[in-house]
Nanobody
Framework: QVQLVESGGGLVQAGDSLRLSCVAS????????MGWFRQVPGKKRIFVAA????????LYAESVKGRFTISRDNAKNTVYLQMNSLKPEDTAVYYC???????????WGQGTQVTVSS
């Protein structure tokens, strides 16, 4: 099992930046893919970005391309989501996820709230 702990959320104004962190512990070698998702009340959780520990391949949702950057620090078992030029529609709870491959996420963090005011 892999445990995931997110941090870095908060309240910012439109145009500001935030960096989210996700620290993974446990059997991290069994989960090569790491992803960020977000969810607003009453809606489905949606994909934001993903990266692999092994190669570092990245994938982004169209809505965040050019504004968000996902990265990882293998030595610290930490994945980051750098969010720039934030918009009010980026407001959501952001979740970190891990899985054996991209799209097959089976471990989730508790989430961190990001609120962007206009």
């Amino acid at each position: 099992q892999v445990q995931l702990v997110e941090s870095g959320g908060g309240l910012v104004q439109a145009g500001d930046s935030l960096r989210l962190s996700c620290v993974a512990s446990g059997r991290t070698f069994s989960r090569d893919a790491m992803g960020w998702f977000r969810q607003v009340p009453g809606k489905k959780r949606i994909f934001v970005a993903a990266i692999t520990w092994s190669v570092g391949n990245t994938l982004y949702a169209e809505s965040v391309k050019g504004r968000f950057t996902i990265s990882r620090d293998n030595a610290k078992n930490t994945v980051y989501l750098q969010m720039n030029s934030l918009k009010p529609e980026d407001t959501a709870v952001y979740y970190c996820a891990a899985g054996p491959s991209e799209g097959a996420y089976d471990c989730w963090g508790q989430g961190t709230q990001v609120t962007v005011s206009s």
